[in-house]
């Protein structure tokens, strides 16, 4: 990761890139629970938002909550399509 995203993720800002930039320092950190509340706080800032949904998942999975992984992975089949990233 970046510098600059490392900086923003260190300054709690609460605009998107700066969420986002925090969720995936948690994500990467090893602290997908902590990557969750984010994520889920930029989907209900901006939507359609592909990357929050996508990263989500793959939180909600590493954090051991399948569960809402299958939920947010629905959501982002109906909202994106399975190919929405090619």
């Given at each position: ?18 969420l986002?930039?925090?969720?995936q320092a ?12 984010l ?31 299958l ?16």
């Amino acid at each position: 990761m970046s510098a600059a995203r490392w900086e923003a993720a260190e300054l709690g800002h609460d605009d998107v890139d700066t969420l986002f930039a925090r969720s995936q320092a948690y994500w990467f950190g090893g602290l997908p629970d902590k990557a969750i509340p984010l994520l889920e706080r930029i989907l209900g800032v901006r939507t359609p938002q592909w990357k929050g949904h996508f990263f989500l998942v793959l939180a909600d999975v590493r954090a051991g909550t399948y569960r809402d992984a299958l939920k947010a992975g629905e959501t982002y089949n109906i909202k994106f399509g399975e190919r929405s990233r090619n």
